[in-house]
């Protein structure tokens, strides 16, 4: 069984971007991004890498982000 945690504070993302955690990305309760992982964050903005060559730019503001994790 999988548990999706809500990033909302800086350490959160620290966190996720740290340790590589894949996340999912909502906006306006659409899934926008899954499988991604934190290259950068500021108070605006979370830069997100899916592939070499493919980031994306998602507005903390307007976007929810989920880490998945199993359980063990």
């Given at each position: 069984?999988?548990?999706?945690?809500?990033?909302?504070?800086?350490?959160?993302?620290a966190e996720a971007q740290e340790k590589q955690l894949r996340l999912r990305v909502f906006r306006d309760d659409h899934l926008v991004d899954a499988g991604s992982v934190i290259v950068r964050f500021d108070a605006?903005?979370?830069?997100?890498?899916?592939?070499?060559?493919?980031?994306?730019?998602?507005?903390?503001?307007?976007?929810?982000?989920?880490?998945?994790?199993?359980?063990?």
């Open positions: 069984m999988a548990v999706n945690r809500r990033l909302e504070t800086d350490e959160d993302f605006d903005t979370v830069v997100l890498q899916s592939g070499v060559g493919d980031l994306a730019y998602h507005p903390r503001s307007r976007c929810e982000f989920f880490e998945l994790r199993r359980q063990r």
